[in-house]
T-cell receptor
Framework: SQQGEEDPQALSIQEGENATMNCSYK?????LQWYRQNSGRGLVHLIL?????REKHSGRLRVTLDTSKKSSSLLITASRAADTASYFC??????????FGKGTMLLVSP | EAGVVQSPRYKIIEKKQPVAFWCNPI?????LYWYLQNLGQGPELLIR????????DSQLPKDRFSAERLKGVDSTLKIQPAELGDSAVYLC???????????????FGQGTRLTVV
């Protein structure tokens, strides 16, 4: 079963533009994580935000979390062609089991 | 430091045959996961280990799938007999874990792509 639901399913932008992906989930969480997957490097962890945090930054990534709405967003600023990948949110309900969503496919064109 | 190592990378078998996948997690990581990923979908948990104990195997189809993590280090996932619908990528991941306090980031292997014909 998959708890998270990413939106949109696919996103196509030009280099230099910002990309925003959203994740909604159903049950309470301890933390929420974002991962990236491309054919070259497999699934890679990007950022973790805990339930008591509202916003977190890492380089060009900005993640927000709204536990009242059970939603999170991932913003990638100044996108590059190398950001082309699928992005997944994963929720941790407090017992270390990570439940992934179906992902957003991001295409960044030069 | 080596990451999560999985083998084989690719496997093609005929239906009804057995198949096994192997995973060596990052040293010191107590938590080990096996996920299944179908094309265009997110990873779906099959089983999670804390050390040698399977603490979440509710999604593992136990009639044909089995897993073990002897000595709490490397792990093996087996399918017997394989069916056409088992064709997918099988991912192994490990993390430091956090018991009831919530986990930490998971590190994934490159996966095993299984094709059942």
């Amino acid at each position: 079963s998959q708890q998270g639901e990413e939106d949109p399913q696919a996103l196509s932008i030009q280099e230099g533009e910002n990309a925003t992906m959203n994740c909604s989930y159903k049950t309470s969480i301890n933390n929420l994580q974002w991962y990236r997957q491309n054919s070259g490097r497999g699934l890679v962890h990007l950022i973790l935000i805990r339930s008591n945090e509202r916003e977190k930054h890492s380089g060009r990534l900005r993640v927000t979390l709204d536990t009242s709405k059970k939603s999170s967003s991932l913003l990638i600023t100044a996108s590059r062609a190398a950001d082309t990948a699928s992005y997944f949110c994963a929720t941790d309900g407090g017992y270390s089991t990570l439940t992934f969503g179906k992902g957003t496919m991001l295409l960044v064109s030069p | 430091e080596a990451g999560v190592v999985q083998s084989p990378r690719y496997k093609i078998i005929e239906k009804k045959q057995p198949v096994a996948f192997w995973c060596n997690p990052i040293s010191g990581h107590n938590t080990l996961y096996w996920y299944l990923q179908n094309l265009g979908q997110g990873p779906e948990l099959l089983i999670r280990y804390e050390n040698e104990e399977a603490v979440d195997d509710s999604q593992l189809p136990k009639d044909r799938f089995s897993a073990e993590r002897l000595k709490g280090v490397d792990s093996t996932l087996k399918i017997q007999p394989a069916e056409l619908g088992d064709s997918a990528v099988y991912l192994c991941a490990s993390s430091l874990g956090g018991a009831q306090g919530g986990g930490t980031e998971a590190f994934f292997g490159q996966g095993t792509r299984l094709t059942v014909v």
